[in-house]
């Protein structure tokens, strides 16, 4: 996922090649007919070079949250099973020890 790529924007950006559309940022459905898939790459293609930067493309971290050492133990922790994240498609939780921070 890159985050400042809006994926509906882009859709919306070529209406004409769908019979129809809908979503988010970052998710979108559509129907369009098979004649129209290579004028949607092309048109994608140059939308995006159009608006993404190489900043676009670094990794970012996210952090549910700060983890001191000291609370590392083999148990989880209380809630943990309950704050879990959605990325792509994996069900999970991230901490970040806080002795790795500058």
């Known amino acids: 996922m890159i985050p400042s790529f809006h994926l509906l924007h882009a859709i919306e950006s070529c209406p004409e090649l769908f019979s129809r559309y809908g979503g988010h940022a970052h998710a979108v459905g559509f129907a369009l007919p098979s004649a129209n ?3 949607l790459r092309e048109h ?3 939308y995006a070079r159009a608006r993404l930067t190489p900043a ?3 990794p970012q971290l996210e952090f549910d949250r700060e983890l001191p050492l000291g609370e590392v133990t083999p148990r989880p922790l209380p809630g943990a099973s309950f704050a879990r994240t959605l990325w792509h498609g994996e069900s999970r939780t991230s ?3 806080l002795e790795e921070c500058g």
């Open 56 to 58: 676009d493309f670094e």
């Open 95 to 97: 901490f970040r020890r």
């Open 37 to 39: 898939i290579e004028k």
């Open 44 to 46: 994608l293609d140059g």
